[in-house]
Each structure stands twice: as structure tokens, then as C-alpha cells.
């Protein structure tokens, strides 16, 4: 097993984010729905090794995300 060092690997972005849903009643026991969201953050500047290999990005971590739902109620 390999040497362990404690190390303080926390760091903190600010960001803030948009969220837009919708669902719709198939019947009055089942929906669908959707959900967007994109966030926006400030820039971050990351450098590590992860099994080995030197991982390093810098820029921001702005994205979106999609989601579906298929949903039953009871």
C-alpha cells in the first residue's frame, strides 16, 4: 500500500443557476415532466494527479442539465 498524505484539497466557486420545469398529466394518476438548468460559475484553476496522471483545467464550469420524469401518483 502506498504512502497516505493528508492533504487540503477544498476549494470553494461562487456560481448561481436558472431552473425551468414543466409537466403535463397523462392521467389524473400519471405525468411527465421536464426539468432545465444552467449554471454559471466564476473561474477555477484546478491541477492534481488522479491514479497517477497529472489532471489540470482551468476556466469555468458553466452547464446545463436535462432532466425527465415519468411519475405515478398514489
Keep these: ?3 497516505f498524505e493528508e492533504e487540503d484539497d477544498y ?13 403535463y398529466d397523462i ?3 400519471f405525468f411527465l415532466g421536464v426539468e432545465g438548468r444552467y ?13 497517477e496522471v ?3 483545467y482551468e476556466g469555468n464550469l458553466n452547464g446545463f442539465t436535462i ?3 415519468f411519475g ?3
Aim: positive net charge.
Design 1 to 3: 500500500f502506498g504512502k
Design 11 to 23: 476549494d470553494t466557486t461562487f456560481g448561481a443557476h436558472v431552473i425551468a420545469g414543466a409537466s
Design 27 to 29: 392521467t389524473r394518476d
Design 39 to 51: 449554471r454559471w460559475t466564476g473561474d477555477v484553476k484546478v491541477s492534481d494527479t488522479v491514479a
Design 54 to 56: 497529472p489532471v489540470s
Design 67 to 69: 432532466s425527465g420524469v
Design 72 to 74: 405515478y401518483r398514489f
